[in-house]
């Protein structure tokens, strides 16, 4: 059965609480993305030639939560408001989210998720982490990262989770609190750059994305045990509420000023420095988070 709207209006909240998980994930999915409070305050998406005029567009973010990829779909709404030219945007994921190996829940919310973000110009590519070859031995095989070293050559952009993990969104249990953002330590973005500007004299436009508070909605569990993963209670009676009317946020995304590599060869950065280009753009995140959420960008 089509889920809609009136399909919801004909439970009460107490039903709405125990609704059919497949649903759930669903309306999470769409409508948890509404209670993402974008912020704009450089007006960046204003610059929206500016990331276009033969330019590599790369949109990144750091990650907490799966419900993170609901705060690319609002950038990328707002990027493809009417009147612009479509922007199409590849998003590496984790092939173990499609598997199922990291757990059920995942797989569900990411199935919900898809269409949402294939909707709204965002493309998923299956990558093989090291961490997946390693703890679920996914082949190599299933990786498709050439896919996304092939964008400086085409008229996508990219959208990314560098971190490549929600760990900032978990609790340390030795502190109590959220690690925060973890060490950037892969080199596909810094190998984008290279070919881009390299191989097709291209320049890159980076547009950062701070987002903080996504855990609220799914949180991502606790470290080493992907099944622990949820739909948090407070997101089930968000949902409610804003299907009786109200509009509860509780994550914000915070569109930080677009920049390009001339920025970063300004500041003394070698584009061959895949650490020192990793370190640069996590901090430009950093410093919109609050300082708790900052983590190994502190």
């Not at 709405?16 to 409070?37: N, S």
């Not at 095989?141 to 900032?168: C, H, N, W, Y």
């Not at 509780?250 to 000023?257: C, D, K």
Request: no cysteine; proline share 6%.
């Amino acid at each position: 059965m089509e889920i809609g709207r009136g399909y919801y209006s004909e439970f009460s909240s107490r039903e709405f609480l125990h609704f059919p998980k497949e649903a759930l994930y669903r309306k999470l999915a769409r409508d948890g993305a509404d209670m993402i409070d974008v912020q704009d305050p450089f007006e960046s998406i204003d610059e929206y030639y500016f990331l276009r005029q033969n330019r590599t567009p790369i949109v990144y973010a750091n990650h907490e939560s799966h419900m993170d990829g609901g705060a690319l779909v609002k950038v990328s709404q707002l990027l493809n408001k009417p009147g612009n030219i479509p922007m199409e945007f590849k998003l590496p994921l984790a092939a173990s989210l499609r598997t199922g190996d990291q757990s059920s829940k995942h797989t569900e919310f990411y199935n919900a998720m898809k269409p949402w973000m294939i909707e709204n110009h965002i493309h998923p590519v299956e990558v093989a982490r090291e961490a997946d070859r390693e703890k679920y031995n996914i082949k190599a095989a299933t990786d498709q990262s050439r896919e996304l070293l092939s964008i400086p050559s085409s008229r996508d952009g990219i959208m990314i989770f560098p971190q490549g993990s929600v760990q900032a969104g978990r609790i340390n249990p030795e502190t109590g609190k959220r690690f925060g953002m973890i060490e950037v330590k892969n080199d596909l973005i810094p190998r984008i750059v290279r070919r881009s500007v390299a191989q097709h004299s291209k320049d890159v436009a980076f547009l950062p994305v701070a987002i903080h508070g996504t855990y609220r909605l799914f949180d991502p569990g606790v470290p080493n045990d992907s099944s622990t993963a949820h739909i948090t209670r407070e997101a089930k009676q968000s949902l409610m509420k804003k299907h009786m009317g109200f509009r509860p946020k509780l994550a914000t995304a915070i569109i930080g000023e677009p920049f390009t590599t001339e920025e970063l060869e300004q500041n003394g950065i070698d584009l061959r420095d895949k650490e020192a280009i990793n370190t640069f753009l996590m901090n430009r995140i950093a410093e919109m988070l609050p300082e708790d959420a900052r983590g190994y960008y502190r």
